[in-house]
């Protein structure tokens, strides 16, 4: 697997904290993301748990 030149910089982390920063802003309380077997490891190391199968889950309070 080629490794790109953005990856293990932070992008992936700060994007993700912009988009639960948003969405307690406007009032939600828990987020999901589908998550292919390659990314399960960084949502997980970001707070989220395994909901349903491949499904991720975060309660944003």
């Known amino acids: 697997m080629r490794t790109l030149p953005c990856r293990r910089r932070g992008v992936g982390r700060t994007l993700l904290a912009v988009m639960e920063d948003w969405m307690r802003e406007h009032g939600m309380e828990e987020v999901?993301?589908?998550?292919?077997?390659?990314?399960?490891?960084?949502?997980?190391?970001?707070?989220?748990?395994?909901?349903?199968g491949e499904i991720l889950v975060k309660a944003l309070g």
Do not use: H, I
């Open 32 to 52: 999901w993301v589908p998550a292919n077997l390659y990314a399960t490891g960084f949502y997980e190391k970001c707070g989220f748990a395994k909901d349903e």
